[in-house]
Each structure stands twice: as C-alpha cells, then as structure tokens.
C-alpha cells in the first residue's frame, strides 16, 4: 500500500539554525499539508499546498516558514533561523482530492531545538 | 470557527470491558470527520471517517462511531477492549477553505488487565 514518508525522524538542531524537513506523498495525490505536535499538545495544522503554492497557512507559519515542492516527488518544510518553541513533531499529510478523501499522514519527523 | 472537543484526556477502561471516546464539533453545516489513532511514537493512522451517508461508521480494529447531527458528536465506541488498543486517539474535522484537519486535544485510552 502506498505511503507518505519523510526523513528525517528525529533532527537535531542549534537554535537560529536553518531546518529543512522532507516529505515524500503519495505519488498520484494532488493536496499536501504540514501539521505540527508539540509535546502533550494537540496536532496542528501549518500549511495547505496545491498546485505548486500556499492554498492555506495558520498563524503559526510566519516569515520563519516556508514550504516548497522541488521535483515531481518531495515536499519540503523550511525553517529559516529556529527557536526552541519551535521543537515538535512535524507531520506531513497528502490527498488526492480534497473534498471527501482522507488525509495520509507521514510518520513524523522529531524536532528538537537546542 | 469549527472547532473539535474531545472530553477526557485520560480514559482507563478493563481488558474486556467498552470503550466510549467522545467528541463533539461544532459547526452549523455537519463537517466530514474522523478518527485518527497514534501509538507511541508513530504517526497517526486512520481509524474511521464519516462523510455522507450511513451515520454508524465501522473503522479497523472493531471500532465504530456514530455521527449525530442533533447532537453535533461523533463518539467512538468499542464493545470490548484490548491490550492493543492503548494508544492516543485524535477526532478531527475538516474545516477551512482547503479541508485542513482540526483536531480535537486527544484521548489518552489505557488498558488494564
């Protein structure tokens, strides 16, 4: 069955450090997300993208963030200058179509900002 | 705003015994919504969803919810409980312009023996 993966699982940071997060979706879905957990917390949702820019960002993703979809296959989240609020894990998600498909989330990749 | 409420952070039922995770949504149209389950240190996985249709929803793993309009919840039932099912278990709705996922705070289900 296919599988939304990304690397890597657990990164190690200094904070102010740049972070980039990667993301493979499944291969024929159209809609990619980015969610965040922060320890004991709720998931919570970053960014929508789709056809190669911003559908939709939280208030969370500020100038610090930004997402990028290099080839036909990775999906990328980019933290410019990290902060310690910003350790979680990062998870991120496809779909095909957007209205009644669901969401495919990735294993999640641990952050942790020194 | 849609918003997702999950009551009780921490539920402890028998081995054996029924499992009842609540949530509730609150929006004016009925919302597509779903249960996710996260093991320790894994990702979250789909156990079920609702979008039209059929209100009692089965899932893996012998799971089911019901969706009820008049009572804007979605709750999560097993009838018998299993070591394996301790775990975190997140509803969600989707909301906004691109169906991002809101997720209520999440239920931490333990299993005694």
């Known amino acids: 069955e296919p599988e939304v993966t990304q690397t890597p699982s657990h990164q190690v940071t200094q904070m102010g450090q740049e972070v980039i997060l990667r993301c493979v979706p499944i291969?024929?879905?159209?809609?990619f997300y980015w969610y965040r957990q922060i320890l004991g917390q709720k998931v919570e949702f970053l960014v929508s993208?789709?056809?190669?820019?911003?559908?939709?960002k939280s208030e969370i993703f500020d100038d610090q963030f930004s997402v990028e979809r290099p080839d036909g296959s990775n999906f990328t989240l980019k933290i410019r200058s990290t902060k310690l609020e910003d350790s979680a894990m990062y998870f991120c998600?496809?779909?095909?179509?957007?209205?009644?498909?669901?969401?495919?989330f990735g294993p999640g990749t641990r952050l942790t900002v020194l | 705003a849609q918003s997702v409420t999950q009551l009780g952070s921490h539920v402890s039922v028998s081995e054996g015994a029924l499992v009842l995770l609540r949530c509730n949504y609150s929006?004016?149209?009925?919302?597509?919504l779903f249960w996710y389950v996260q093991y320790p240190n894994q990702g979250l996985q789909l156990l079920l969803k609702?979008?039209?249709?059929?209100?009692l929803v089965k899932g893996i793993n012998g799971f089911e919810a019901e969706f009820k309009k008049s009572e804007t919840s979605f709750h999560l039932t097993k009838p018998s409980a299993h070591m394996s099912d301790a775990a975190e278990y997140f509803c969600?709705?989707?909301?906004?312009?691109?169906?991002?996922?809101?997720f209520g705070t999440g239920t931490l289900l333990a299993v005694q023996p």
């Open positions: 998600a496809s779909v095909w179509g957007r209205d009644t498909d669901t969401q495919y």
């Open positions: 291969s024929n879905h159209l809609y």
């Open positions: 993208f789709y056809n190669n820019e911003i559908s939709e």
């Open positions: 929006s004016s149209v009925p919302p597509y």
């Open positions: 609702y979008t039209t249709g059929a209100t």
């Open positions: 969600a709705a989707y909301g906004g312009a691109t169906n991002k996922l809101i």
